[in-house]
């Protein structure tokens, strides 16, 4: 049997969403599974996702990219160093999820921070990326690689380009048309009101809210069928996430 290759967006302490979301998507052992980032902070099970994740990372073939939460929260687990922005943006849940935890757990989790990438070009020149880039050179020129991480320049552009605008334009944006498909996540779509995974010019937001009052969202890439899990916010009754 083919393998299905499967896009998700930011998980955001969610474990219970996650489960949800691959059980729905009936995961087979032969399915790729491409995180977007951000599996901490919001929810209170940071600790647990990144426990899950490396689970999965055995039974399937998992990239995982990096997103801006889990620097910051690779950057508390090596140093200690609390950034005051992460810790009003969800980093106190995640630093709770931690409480207690063993030295040798903190050392496997920081291994596994190690190792998540910036992005990810697959075999048919798809872009998979936490955030965006801004180089029109294309990625190894980013002056400032916290783009990968941080930027929102590139869904805003696609987000704006008019229909008018042909691919073959000079006005039209450079950076679109480096990969076939670019997929995003790090701007929630709930921001511009969508809770479904927002398709703009080549590029996908899968974002869809989870550390809200949203959904996380998985999407085949191929055939662009998407799933969903239950409303986080229903998932955590006793919580707020990031709202
Ligand atoms: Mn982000």
């Not at 070009?121 to 991480?149: K, M, P």
């Not at 590139?154 to 670019?182: G, Q």
């Amino acid at each position: 049997m083919m393998g299905r290759t499967f896009v998700i967006g930011d998980v955001h302490g969610s474990y219970k969403a996650v489960t949800d979301l691959l059980q729905k998507i009936n995961l087979q052992q032969e399915d790729k599974l491409i995180f977007l980032g951000d599996f901490v902070d919001g929810w209170s099970q940071s600790f647990e996702v990144i426990e899950y994740m490396m689970q999965l990372d055995k039974t399937n073939n998992c990239i995982f990219i990096k997103g801006n939460h889990d620097a910051w929260c690779e950057d508390w687990l090596r140093t200690g160093n609390i950034d005051d922005m992460w810790y009003h943006n969800g980093g106190r849940a995640t630093i709770e999820s931690y409480s207690g935890r063993t030295d040798a757990e903190i050392r496997r989790h920081l291994d596994f921070y190690a190792r998540l990438l910036n992005y990810y070009v697959d075999e048919e020149n798809r872009l998979f990326i936490h955030a965006g880039f801004a180089s029109v050179r294309g990625l190894e020129n980013e002056r400032y690689v916290s783009n990968y991480n941080w930027d929102r320049t590139l869904w805003e552009v696609a987000l704006s380009l008019d229909d008018r605008i042909k691919t073959d334009s000079l006005f039209y944006p450079k950076r679109l048309k480096l990969f076939k498909e670019i997929y995003i996540g790090h701007t929630p779509t709930i921001y511009i009101g969508k809770y479904e995974p927002v398709h703009a010019a080549n590029l996908w937001n899968m974002d869809t809210g989870a550390a809200f009052d949203g959904k996380l969202s998985a999407m085949d890439v191929d055939t662009k069928q998407f799933w969903q899990s239950e409303t986080v916010m229903e998932l955590y009754p006793d919580e707020t996430g990031r709202n």
